[in-house]
């Protein structure tokens, strides 16, 4: 089973720049579409953005798109989210997730089965 950790957020002005790693142990990374995610206090967690196994296939949130880039580094074991031009309602615990085996990424939580334990990005106005 991989194992997922976050890292890079942290809080930031608004029209400032992020970026967050999730490095994976194990040795099915590469073997594995990456997803992120998000959760705002009181809302639901909405997908992000994601990236097929081998990196051809990528996702946005279609309100994300152009500002958040997804990108992975097999050789690292580690996917990245490039967040740019960063506003309030950007801020949430992000959450990047696994689906283990899957060539294909998905835009569903549901088709994830290995999560991070998420980290908090604030973006002040």
């Known amino acids: 089973q991989v194992q997922l950790v976050e890292s890079g957020g942290g809080l930031v002005q608004a029209g400032g720049s992020l970026r967050l790693s999730c490095a994976a142990s194990?040795?099915?990374?590469?073997?594995?579409?990456m997803g992120w995610f998000r959760q705002a206090p009181g809302k639901e967690r909405e997908f992000v953005a994601a990236?097929?196994?081998?990196?051809?296939?990528?996702y946005y949130a279609s309100s994300l798109k152009g500002r958040f880039t997804i990108s992975r580094d097999n050789a690292k074991s580690t996917v990245y989210l490039q967040m740019n031009s960063l506003k309030a309602e950007d801020t949430a615990v992000y959450y990047c997730?696994?689906?283990?085996?899957?060539?294909?990424?998905?835009?569903?939580?549901?088709?994830?089965?290995?999560w991070g334990q998420g980290t908090q990005v604030t973006v002040s106005s």
């Open positions: 997730a696994a689906r283990v085996w899957y060539y294909s990424a998905s835009t569903d939580a549901s088709g994830y089965d290995a």
């Open positions: 194990g040795r099915t990374f590469s073997d594995s579409a």
């Open positions: 990236i097929s196994r081998g990196g051809g296939d990528i």
